[in-house]
């Protein structure tokens, strides 16, 4: 087939008709900097690799090239364009035919004249971009009809997809270096966002441009404020989704989650909830329904959109305010492209990652399916083999229906990435696809190639389980976040941005720490009982998970855990709470950042902020509002609560002659409140909180903050009155 180069031309980026074009087709007065360096090489005939963050216009630099043709300067010919989604290359053709650039895109979901009128279009010369998926490599008529076209450039979109060692490793990609070969070796440009060094030297191999020339721009973003928050649990993830979404009220934003049933679960939430308008987004959407959200998501028209790992490539709204992770992806690499879609207009947005540590086990399990061993791989390729078509070595498949067929262990993803690695090994061999089904020629289970193959299987999975512990290590990280991201992809922070992360948030709040340390007892209740939390996690000679130091402050005697920690001080002092309410004290203080979870055990520990709050006694702002335990409380204090050095019991039985009248003030009290301010008794205060009050006879604030049911908003509201009202009785 032709190729051409643009080696011969004399333009460069600073060029006058390089500037028209520019202004002309796109509108723009200058390129950016790393889009000069790279048009540069493009424009000079070398291939070229361009490492671009999210949002700096990589795009621009083949398709600028790609208009820069006066009939003289440049040779005719198309630039080939590989993208891995359909949504994806619909955007970037209909933004260029919206420009009056002929482009045009080839992919499965077009009618078979449709495809073939495009391809007569390329015979023709008349377009100037074409988009095509890596499968449209394979098939025998596209390549044919290739050999009679000009192809003037190669451009691998989205090139971290060809190497794997990457975080979104595609099998059908690896076709490309083979059907570059067929062409003649066209000239290439690779273009990503996110790539280590390795992943970096990995995609030139395999496109066989070892020798291209590399591009690779500040992965720094300065205006993006990273953040944290321990959540253990998909309760306390709605809790801090909710107050976030609060505070970042009216703004567009996104929300990564990790499989389709969150993405349902967690729409619902944030529209019933939270009362935001937002949809849902996932490959379980029909196409129709797929464009639908993510043309009213780039148009203004919707501005949250809760989405799996399918939606984001090549979503090009600038006002992203917000991106949300649900929880952890896979590697840096996924997340720092996912949550570099916020801001890409320069503006300060927020990258908000709730994290729990048992969510590595959901991305452990999609690493085992995405890297199939040889038990897995052997029982897709019997599969495969049970739909041969009349007992010949030929087999039509339905990949979806492999994927739920019980014989096979493993889903729709893992049998994709199955068939792909079989093919490597040389045991099955695909032709052109008929109609949904794929077309198979079976070879030998004990190819050549089996072992060298299945030993790739294992260092990929090694490198994804170390790309996890990376992204792990960011999550639980104490030091600056920026500086862990943008290291892993091997560079420095030379300044740091006012706002860079809540890491060096918390860092310079220790830089301000308190010089006078308050007595413990002029800390509110609340924040007593913080600082016992917090000292209980210190002292303990080993690490323990958060479940265990619930059940030593509530005096538990289950299992051996009085044995155990029977002589700890503060065995038992939490006893009148219920371990449901000690163990949300513990999560909230996980939420502030005053501990974290971590290790192989889940085990809790403190934080340089935790270390600090128990070093100074801070006032830590624990919310202990809350209903009391109904019935006769909870099993480890047998329905009492201590209160002082006396027993309050939780029901009427509690109550002394010399009692009833207080409480029957204190009805009547909160009656008279309740309708003076709209709302129902209980509200104001359960009968059991104002029994408790009428037993124990509190004289000052602490003495109410330590009854539980009270915090202290409602002691600021309601405080004074009920103090009023136990003086009179007394």
Excluded at 441 to 464: C, I, M
Aim: hydrophobic letters at 40%; proline letters at 5%; glycine letters at 8%.
């Amino acid at each position: 087939m032709p190729v051409v180069s643009l080696a011969d031309t004399t333009l460069t980026p600073d060029s006058p008709a390089t500037k028209a074009a520019l202004q002309q087709w796109f509108g723009f007065d200058a390129l950016r900097a790393g889009q000069v360096e790279a048009l540069e090489h493009v424009l000079g005939g070398e291939d070229t690799l361009v490492v671009m963050p999210t949002g700096a216009g990589k795009s621009l630099v083949y398709q600028l090239a790609a208009v820069l043709h006066d009939g003289e300067a440049l040779p005719n010919g198309v630039t080939l364009v590989v993208s891995p989604l359909i949504a994806l290359m619909k955007d970037q053709v209909d933004a260029l035919q919206a420009k009056g650039i002929p482009a045009a895109a080839i992919n499965s979901s077009m009618p078979a004249a449709a495809q073939r009128e495009v391809m007569q279009q390329m015979r023709d010369g008349t377009l100037k971009l074409v988009y095509v998926a890596p499968e449209r490599l394979r098939h025998r008529g596209f390549m044919n009809a290739l050999r009679e076209t000009t192809v003037a450039l190669l451009a691998v979109d989205e090139a971290h997809c060809v190497s794997q060692w990457g975080h979104d490793f595609r099998p059908d990609y690896l076709a490309i270096g083979d059907a570059r070969e067929r062409m003649g070796r066209p000239q290439t440009v690779a273009l990503t966002a996110t790539a280590t060094p390795v992943v970096q030297s990995d995609i030139c191999a395999t496109l066989g441009i070892s020798h291209a020339r590399q591009v690779v721009t500040g992965f720094n973003r300065p205006n993006l404020y990273f953040r944290v928050v321990s959540t253990p649990g998909d309760g306390d993830k709605r809790r801090v989704l909710n107050d976030f979404l609060e505070e970042h009220k009216d703004q567009p934003g996104l929300i990564y989650v990790g499989t389709r049933k969150y993405a349902e679960s967690v729409t619902r939430f944030v529209r019933d909830v939270c009362k935001r308008e937002v949809r849902a987004y996932h490959a379980g959407l029909t196409d129709g329904e797929r464009s639908e959200v993510q043309d009213a998501f780039l148009t203004g028209g919707l501005d949250l959109v809760v989405a799996t790992n399918a939606f984001g490539m090549g979503v090009d709204r600038a006002d992203v305010r917000f991106v949300v992770h649900w929880a952890i992806p896979s590697t840096l690499e996924a997340y720092y492209q996912e949550a570099g879609r916020a801001g890409r207009d320069s503006d300060s947005s927020t990258c908000l990652l709730l994290y729990a540590p048992t969510d590595r086990q959901l991305r452990e399990w999609f690493i085992d399916q995405a890297q199939p061993g040889e038990k897995s791989l052997h029982k897709l390729y019997r599969a495969v083999a049970r739909q041969s078509v009349d007992d010949s070595n030929e087999a039509e498949i339905d990949v979806d229906a492999l994927g739920h067929d019980h014989r096979v262990d493993l889903k729709a993803v893992g049998v994709r990435v199955g068939l792909g690695l079989l093919e490597r090994m040389g045991a099955l061999t695909r032709y052109d696809d008929r109609g949904p089904l794929r077309h198979y020629s079976l070879g030998g289970w004990e190819g050549a190639d089996r072992r060298v193959v299945l030993e790739g299987v294992e260092k990929r999975r090694k490198n994804k389980h170390d790309g996890l512990g990376h992204m792990v290590a960011y999550a639980e990280r104490e030091t600056c976040r920026r500086e862990k991201l943008v290291g892993y992809f091997g560079e420095a922070v030379e300044h740091q941005p006012e706002r860079c992360c809540d890491a060096c948030a918390v860092q310079a709040r220790l830089r301000e720490a308190p010089d006078e340390i308050p007595p413990f007892e002029a800390l509110p209740m609340h924040s007593r009982i913080a600082i016992g939390l917090l000292d209980l996690v210190d002292r303990l000679r080993w690490s323990v998970g958060r479940k265990t130091l619930v059940r030593i402050l509530t005096g538990s005697k289950a299992g051996d855990t009085e044995a155990k920690y029977g002589t700890n001080p503060y065995y038992g002092r939490l006893g009148f709470y219920r371990q449901d309410d000690v163990d949300g004290f513990y999560k909230q203080l996980l939420a502030m950042g005053y501990l974290k979870v971590g290790g192989e055990y889940m085990t809790v520990d403190l934080t340089a902020l935790g270390t600090q709050a128990l070093k100074h006694r801070e006032a830590v702002p624990l919310d202990t509002d809350g209903p009391l335990p109904t019935g006769r409380g909870s099993a480890s204090t047998n329905g009492a609560r201590r209160s002082g050095s006396r027993t309050v019991e939780y029901d009427e039985a509690a109550l002394t002659p010399d009692d009833a009248p207080l409480f029957e003030a204190l009805r009547e009290w909160r009656t008279q409140r309740a309708t003076a301010d709209a709302v129902p008794p209980y509200v104001v205060f359960s009968d059991a909180v104002l029994r408790a009050i009428a037993v124990s006879r509190p004289a000052t604030d602490d003495d109410l903050l330590a009854l539980k049911g009270i915090g202290a908003k409602k002691v600021a509201t309601y405080g004074e009155d009920v103090l009023e009202l136990v003086t009179a009785a007394a």
